[in-house]
């Protein structure tokens, strides 16, 4: 039964972007920065955990789990290092998928032809 929460918190959130691009006219950047943000937002709350536990991977594949992980990070290294924490706390969750972006962006723009 997972699976389908998965798949129907997946499917929510991916119809939720396509109805502000296409009746608000968002651009994809703006949807995604968006998203990231009210994730964060959640997570400040302690409701993005209820969604990770309830949906479990499906909640944690949409750009609104990015935000999600930047202030859970955040806050939890504020908690035993005080406010300096949260600016590594930041990146400590993120580092990995971060670090991987930029080395496959990298690999591919040297394999392939970017256009410009």
């Known amino acids: 039964m997972i699976f389908v929460y998965s ?6 959130v991916c119809a939720i972007g396509q109805v502000l691009m296409d009746k608000v006219k968002l651009k994809p950047g703006e949807v995604t920065s968006l998203f990231v ?41 504020a908690k035993t290092e005080g406010i300096l924490g949260v600016l ?19 690999i591919f723009a040297l394999i392939f032809r970017p256009k410009h």
Request: glycine share 14%.
């Open 88 to 106: 590594t706390g930041m990146f400590s969750l993120t580092a990995s998928g971060i670090t991987a972006t930029i080395l496959f962006s990298f």
């Open 37 to 77: 943000v009210i994730g964060a937002f959640l997570d400040i709350f302690g409701i993005y955990d209820y969604f990770v536990s309830t949906f479990g991977a499906g909640a944690m594949v949409v750009i609104t789990s990015f935000g999600h992980s930047l202030i859970h990070g955040a806050l939890a290294v």
């Open 7 to 12: 798949f129907l918190f997946s499917g929510i």
